[in-house]
């Protein structure tokens, strides 16, 4: 690199996007009195319109960062999902503990944490050139930073990936989504699952439900939080719905298209001075909800890494790997299972799936729960 003037951060740990895992990173580091500094692209943490629902397994990160309370006064807790055929039959109704909420409010709420501890964070700032050995880092501004290490949590289309492994790129998964924000109370979550397609309700505050449905096409649509549709287009790729709540919408609302982009499975999270968090790591199919509360996962494990190896970043990075592969090869492979029960078009295999949902809760259950009470400190534990 040329640069007439270098930034010296290099006692700070240097995080790269201030998404879900790159600020709940920040919020861990921080609390522990590390230096953190967060650079992040876009000019705020904005993200318009989509809802995202934490399972108990992120719920149980957000308490141990200490925002769990805020984020669940300012958002929603469905405590019933209900399943329903694509003739508006109930499948099943289980109980659930998740927080529903739109994802401004959770970045928000972690954001507010992380300056609390006067954390620095950078906007404007886009990661475009990365030293791995010393650490340098340049951004399309022109700035340049030398840092300590980089934990990259820029997100599916991470550079910091590119830099390790420049062949390798988003795939299309075969899915792809519409989403909108409707003007309306709701209390339970609720799926409809239909040939070729599922719709997902849910409440994200008092007085608005986050509405998603997913299409199995080979249409592939952008990946992309802000491309918009319209209603038309929807209910075209819509057209074998009989989802009430796809009939009902009106064109009041905005309606965004999306396409789901994963990646290969990687053998190695981390190269030199770059460990990988979320889905920079590993995005999956967002069929069970757990890329978020990965990230999340992700997040306080390698915080907590860093803090008991007491800065031995190789040892962090050793453990981390060894922890989370497992973990993440599974929740993957739980996805696309749930993507392609989602989507059945036969008749009679649907007919089977619902019967299993209604009457052996247990078995179509069993796998989620799994995931749901994972103990990441006893995790922790057992690798020391
Ligand atoms: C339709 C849909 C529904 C979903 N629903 C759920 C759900 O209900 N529950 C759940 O747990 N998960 C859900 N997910 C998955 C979840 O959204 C992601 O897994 C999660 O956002 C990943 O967090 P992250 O921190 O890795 O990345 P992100 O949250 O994407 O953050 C990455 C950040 O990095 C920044 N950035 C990128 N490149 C650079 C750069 N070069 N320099 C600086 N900054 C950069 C970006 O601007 C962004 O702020 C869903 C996903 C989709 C597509």
Request: hydrophobic share 40%.
């Amino acid at each position: 690199m040329h640069n007439i003037f270098v930034n010296d951060f290099s006692n700070h740990i240097a995080i790269i996007g201030a998404g879900i895992s790159g600020l709940a990173l920040g919020c861990i580091l921080k609390a522990a009195g590390f230096r953190v500094v967060i650079f992040e692209k876009a000019k705020d943490i904005s993200e318009e319109g989509a809802g995202i629902s934490i399972s108990p397994n992120g719920t149980n990160i957000l308490k141990l960062i200490g925002i769990y309370d805020e984020l669940k006064y300012r958002s929603s807790n469905p405590l019933k999902a209900l399943h329903y055929d694509n003739h508006n039959n109930i499948i099943s109704s289980f109980t659930v503990d998740v927080l529903t909420t739109s994802r401004q409010t959770l970045y928000k709420v972690l954001l507010e944490q992380y300056l609390s501890n006067n954390g620095d964070i950078y906007f404007e700032h886009e990661l475009i050139e990365i030293d791995e050995s010393c650490c340098e880092l340049k951004f399309l501004n022109n700035d340049t930073y030398k840092v300590l290490h980089v934990a990259a949590c820029d997100g599916i289309n991470s550079f910091c990936r590119k830099k390790i492994l420049p062949n390798d790129n988003p795939i299309y998964s075969g899915y792809s989504v519409w989403r909108t924000i409707l003007n309306m109370r709701s209390e339970e979550i609720k799926t409809f699952l239909g040939p070729k397609h599922h719709i997902v309700a849910y409440p994200i505050n008092e007085a608005q439900t986050s509405l998603v449905a997913a299409i199995k096409t080979d249409k592939k649509y952008k990946e992309s939080w802000r491309t918009k549709g319209t209603l038309d287009e929807l209910k075209k790729d819509l057209v074998i719905s009989k989802s009430d709540l796809i009939l009902k919408l009106d064109d009041s609302t905005d309606f965004y298209k999306w396409g789901v982009y994963t990646r290969p499975s990687l053998k190695t999270l981390y190269s030199k001075n770059i460990t990988l968090l979320g889905d920079a790591a590993h995005p999956i199919v967002p069929f069970i909800g757990q890329g978020g509360c990965l990230a999340l996962e992700d997040a306080y494990l390698f915080g907590k890494l860093i803090i008991s190896s007491d800065m031995e970043f190789s040892i962090a990075q050793k453990n981390y790997q060894k922890i989370r592969m497992p973990r993440i090869k599974k929740i993957k492979a739980l996805s696309e299972r749930q993507g392609h029960l989602n989507h059945i078009s036969n008749k009679l295999i649907s007919l089977t799936r619902n019967f299993i949902m209604r009457h052996m809760q247990f078995i179509a259950m069993r796998d989620i729960k799994k995931v749901w009470e994972y103990d990441i400190d006893n995790e922790i534990y057992k690798i020391k």
